[in-house]
């Protein structure tokens, strides 16, 4: 038994469907989410975005050490592969607050810490209000220029996600709510 890798149940003979440009393996029910596959003619056709099975050797080949390294660590395989998204730092829900404390604690006003940063008023005010989030660059200086860390740190707890199936994999169907059910 295979399971749907959208909405997590059991199947034993699944469709390839296409899905906003995700290739998946669903169970009947979800196949009208998407577009069927045609699997029969597709290894003897080869197109630009072609699914053979020399294509993906030879994807996996490049990332084998990335993807080694993390499944044989987690002890019972399961485990996740790094994507850029792991090296970025999300920003601080209370960024603005953070900006504005930090600006009134060195007592500039938000004119002077503008010159100070070589950016413009309206900017600061802007970020403090919350209406606006910072670049890279700026959140740099802010936080050299205030002593401050506008980081969120932490991230996201992988402990928080539990998979309802018995193989530990996640599926669509545990993070996603449908809008039909």
């Not at 009208?32 to 020399?54: A, L, N, P, Q, R």
């Amino acid at each position: 038994m295979v399971q749907c890798e959208m909405c997590g149940t059991e199947t034993s003979s699944p469709n390839r469907v296409k899905i906003e440009g995700a290739k998946l393996n669903v169970c009947d029910e979800c196949t009208d989410f998407g577009t069927e596959i045609e699997t029969g003619s597709s290894s003897s056709s080869s197109t630009k975005y072609s699914t053979s099975s020399s294509d993906d050797n030879s994807s996996t080949g490049a990332g084998a050490t990335n993807t080694g390294a993390s499944t044989t660590s987690s002890g019972g395989g399961g485990g996740r592969k790094p994507d850029m998204f792991d090296d970025i730092e999300e920003l601080a829900q209370d960024y603005d607050d953070q900006i504005r404390q930090g600006r009134e604690r060195a007592g500039l006003s938000q004119e002077d810490l503008a010159k100070d940063l070589n950016e413009k008023a309206s900017l600061i005010r802007k970020l403090e209000q919350g209406e606006m989030l910072p670049t890279d660059e700026t959140q740099e200086k802010l936080e050299a220029a205030l002593e401050i860390d506008l980081s969120a740190g932490g991230g996201t707890d992988e402990s928080d996600w539990e998979s309802d199936s018995s193989t530990g994999e996640y599926t669509l169907g545990d993070v996603v709510e449908r809008k039909d059910s």
